[in-house]
């Protein structure tokens, strides 16, 4: 299984991103998708999963309200939409993929390389 992160960038804060994560390699109906972000000199922290019906889906408290996580079946890719951007979102986000159910714990199976979001007040 691969996954490949994109649609970082720089923007100001109030701004809006939307990062995808193409998946392939794989037969992706029993799992998971996740995005985690990792600040600097900071552990990885979850921001939201979905599962791939796309019937449930999680977000953590930091940016519930704010980013939307979607997925595209047809195109095995899910979607990290974020609005209302704030400088503490600055981060490498990474998409991640388990078999099973969601969680928060960064014990995912597949992880992408990243994509850098930086927020500038």
């Known amino acids: 299984v691969q996954l490949q992160a994109s649609g970082g960038g720089l923007v100001q804060a109030g701004d809006s991103l939307r990062l995808s994560c193409a998946a392939s390699g794989g037969t992706f109906r029993s799992y998971v998708m996740g995005w985690f972000r990792q600040a600097p000199g900071k552990g990885r922290v979850f921001v939201a999963a979905?599962?791939?019906?796309?019937?449930?889906?999680y977000y953590a408290t930091s940016v519930k309200g704010r980013f939307t996580i979607s997925n595209d079946n047809a195109k095995n890719t899910v979607y990290l939409q974020m609005n209302s951007l704030k400088p503490e979102d600055t981060a490498v986000y990474y998409c991640?993929?388990?078999?099973?159910?969601?969680?928060?714990?960064?014990?995912?199976?597949?992880w992408g390389l990243g994509t850098q979001v930086t927020v500038s007040s």
């Open positions: 979905i599962s791939w019906s796309g019937a449930n889906t």
């Open positions: 991640a993929a388990r078999q099973g159910a969601a969680t928060m714990d960064p014990t995912y199976d597949y």
